[in-house]
């Protein structure tokens, strides 16, 4: 069975939605990372100690998750519905083949790896 990592980055706020989003699809495993970058929006400007200064890292957040049973396409559709708010800085979804993956516990190979085993 095909394996896949999507990584989704968006806004702090945005992420008990997308948590719940995931969760409804199946999504039962994720890694989550406090990030900073820019993008189109090239950050914002600040007054700092009297001076302005360009902050051009804003705050992100990283949701790492790997499917194989859910369905790429359903994950892309309920993240873009729980990120979207239609301004700059919604984030970026990057989709990538994994190519293996175990579980080190029980040195299962490959899909059983991230299946759930109930």
Do not use: W
């Not at 820019?38 to 914002?44: D, I, N, T």
């Not at 990538?96 to 899909?111: F, K, L, Q, S, W």
């Amino acid at each position: 069975m095909k394996i896949t990592k999507i990584d989704i980055i968006t806004r702090p706020e945005k992420l008990e939605e997308l948590k719940e989003a995931l969760n409804a699809i199946g999504v039962a495993g994720m890694t989550v990372t406090q990030v900073y970058g820019c993008g189109l929006s090239k950050g914002h400007k600040e007054v700092y100690r009297g001076k302005e200064v360009t902050v051009n890292l804003v705050p992100k957040v990283k949701v790492e998750t790997v499917v194989c049973e859910v369905p790429v396409e359903k994950v892309l559709e309920a993240a873009k519905r729980s990120c979207h708010t239609g301004n700059l800085g919604d984030g970026k979804i990057f989709v990538y083949p994994i190519e293996n993956a175990v579980r080190i516990r029980t040195g299962e190979e490959g899909d059983i790896a991230i299946i759930d085993p109930k």
